[in-house]
């Protein structure tokens, strides 16, 4: 794997860019006085598919030689990857086999289904999740796309932060989520590569906080049992993605799921927008002060909007 | 009252533009399969205060002679346009004097006071508010900004139109909700005098359908107890407005509650953006395919996302 540099992350831009949106940055008086920053929120939850995700699942698929993608690709992510893998491949005309577990949510198999993805059900666990994308593979003969851990994948996710130090000159920060750590990965290296004074962090949820261990630690760890509301960002942070974010991400800023619902709700009332908990994360971190200085330039990346309006998860006692 | 022409919303337009945003112009591919047209929505629920009522009360605002302006603005709505009154009231420097029934939402009392209108509180009836406002008027001299029977309000809400059009070239139609046809009237004007051969339609809730029932009569009349989730619809036309929309309007769509309350349900799903019922009707009409041939290019003027959160209109049983 060569390292992932902010050429790559170029090439990947040129060779998507034709097929994703170019989606709009928003600002906000009022969020402006809140946070005491000057914020600037790059809406993935605009792009198609309605995540970043479609970014790198897209830049991995026209990567691959006709030979490999003559048989399909195949994952088994069930949020926002699969449905980004599901639509990618649609594009290049080629199946996508996703394997879901069986518990998966009526929204999220609507999803994949909608992009013309071909289920395959499992049981809910990682050997099973493990064991039926292995027997997929064999069987068909896709080539796995894997939701992080790819150099493809992270210069893909890279062009977030492209396009968004293009559009805002000067900015002072960069904020993201983190669960795997492709989107984290590829922000620093195009952030920086493109402006080297900025800062870069991560927000991870309290519950799920792998990277911020290890970050602190500089061992790469898993923790138990992860849960939070922010169900894209449960993933242990790849083996490739962490060397990356130890080496150019300045801090990595943790908040509960009370305050991710905040977020999430605080977001819609002000500024009108749907984000799902995984991108409201990042805004939530901002919200605690922690990334900047009195009136910085923050760039707050919202990652997707892919919100099942079944399960608002704010409660009236959640106050924002 | 001078004729409003396309010259007098240029020149309000040139007043106003720059403290207001330009809002932008989004696509879903998905709403586009859906309506067998290519959609572009003006996004003013991203305008400043949250709906396009800050375009029309800042151009009222500002075309005040210093006199005039001297002792502050009245107005007696409680809703989208008090927020607006109060907000430019702000900019220019003088006081916005409110008349709200005391039976209003804890969510739009919020909204006024946070942009520092000064709330008058009167009983929930017509006439008290009338009285109210009038008695606000007589003590404290400050000038009246009427929400939509004005010249200057009618050429501030054309701006939208103005904008929406250079933006998107080639629209077949555009089409916004209709109330007391401020926005309307404005929309009509600017679109058919920046391209001739556009249609123009409003969308207007069944519960409140006083200018479907005057524009299919020719004579303007009202409804007895309009009635409508869409709470900022529910005015009588104005007769300043409603000869322009009998000249230039092409037809008006009546939409019931639940088709309102389905279309803020999909938009916010699919396109990841809040609108609040008022502003969902003019989607909600084109849903109904009364707009527009197969393959049009309709331009749909989402007017506001003031949503109060604790009043989502849907329910279980409303599918979308």
Redesign the interface.
């Known amino acids: 794997m060569p390292e992932i540099t902010l050429e790559l992350i170029r090439e990947a831009h040129a060779r998507i860019r034709g097929q994703i949106r170019r989606t ?1 940055v ?1 600002t906000s ?2 969020l402006d006085e809140l946070a005491g920053a000057k914020l600037f929120f790059k ?1 993935e ?2 792009q ?1 598919t ?1 995540s970043f995700k479609t970014r790198g699942a897209l830049n991995a698929i026209l990567s691959l030689t006709d030979a490999e993608a003559s048989h399909g690709v195949a994952t088994h992510s069930s949020g926002n990857h699969a449905a980004a893998v599901s639509w990618a491949a649609g594009l290049r005309g080629i199946p996508a086999f996703v394997v879901m577990p069986r518990t998966a949510s009526r929204f999220k198999v609507a999803s994949v289904e ?1 992009y013309g993805g071909r289920i395959v059900f499992c049981e809910p666990t990682h050997q099973a999740r493990e064991e039926a994308a292995a027997k997929v593979i064999e069987e068909t003969g896709a080539a796995l796309v894997h939701p992080y851990n790819d150099g493809r994948i992270i210069a893909g996710q890279g062009t977030v932060a492209l396009e968004f130090v293009e559009d805002v000159p000067d900015l002072d920060a960069v904020i993201c989520p983190v669960g795997g750590g492709g989107l984290l990965a590829g922000t620093a290296i195009a952030a920086k590569g493109l402006a080297p004074a900025i800062k870069v962090f991560g927000g991870e949820p309290e519950g799920a906080a792998d990277t911020s261990l290890s970050f602190s630690s500089g061992i790469r760890q898993p923790v138990t049992g992860p849960a939070s509301i922010a169900d894209g960002l449960l993933a242990f942070v790849g083996d490739l993605n962490f060397p990356v974010i130890l080496r150019l991400v300045d801090g990595i800023i943790t908040v509960p799921d009370a305050a991710i619902a905040a977020a999430m ?1 605080q977001l ?2 002000v ?5 799902e908990p995984s991108a409201a994360v990042a805004y939530a971190a901002v919200a605690t002060g922690k990334t900047a200085a009195a009136g910085m330039r923050i760039g707050v990346i919202l990652s997707g ?1 892919n ?1 099942d ?2 399960r608002i998860p ?1 409660a ?1 006692e959640v106050s924002v």
């Open positions: 709009p928003l008086t009022r809406c939850n605009f198609k309605g909608r709700r819609l009332e500024m009108k927008i749907a984000v909007g919100v309006l079944e704010w009236k």
